[in-house]
């Protein structure tokens, strides 16, 4: 008899589990590996786990994280159905912004999970990982809205990362709220075309 090898999500979560590749690990106290549908068209990255986050083991469960779920709903787009996760796995001190080297340390872990999921479209939450996919050093308010192709296969659509949205709440015309509200509607529709022209087998 044959053995079938597969390589999951779910497999590589515990591979994960024990991460100490970076010293984020030592300050942890849950990594936090992602979470959704494992064949999500539709992948969110954000930059990396927050306090509530660390505490429960689940990424965008805060107050942001709240407010992404809100986002999704306005679209008729449930949390179940996409996959989210970050840029890393451990919630550095204090929220900083990822170090380089944290970063470099992480990615096999989110090349792995892009792999596997193998989604249609990247929504890229914020600079960090707007910056760290597209290799670019240019700033989230130039390059949200847009699709770029990515790899190949995969489009990335950069938008605002909602704990900017929680510290500018305006919702005017030109406004982050604004934009991201054109934004997420963008996204589902793009999501519709991609799916009728490329159905998964
Ligand atoms: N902010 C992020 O970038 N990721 C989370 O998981 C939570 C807040
Ligand atoms: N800086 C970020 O990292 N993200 C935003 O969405 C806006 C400013």
Known sequence: MKATLTFSLDYLAQVVRDCQRCPLHRSRTNLVFGEGNPEADLMFIGEAPGETEDQTGRPFV??????????????????????????VKCRPPGNRV???????????????QIALINPFLIVTLGNTPTQKLLGT???????????????????????????????????KKGSPKYLTWLD??????????????????
């Open 137 to 171: 050093t240019e700033g989230i308010t130039q390059l949200r809205g847009r699709f770029f192709s990515w790899k190949g296969n995969i489009e990335v659509f950069p938008m605002f990362h909602p704990s900017y949205l929680l510290r500018n709440p305006s919702k």
């Open 184 to 201: 997420i509607k963008a996204v589902k529709e793009r999501l519709s075309l991609l799916r009728s022209r490329n159905r998964k087998s």
């Open 62 to 87: 805060g107050k942001a994280g709240q407010l992404l779920t809100q986002i999704l709903a306005a679209v008729g787009i449930q949390r179940e159905e996409v996959y989210i996760t970050n840029v």
């Open 98 to 112: 990822p170090t380089k080297t944290e970063m470099d340390a992480c990615w096999d872990w989110l090349a792995a």
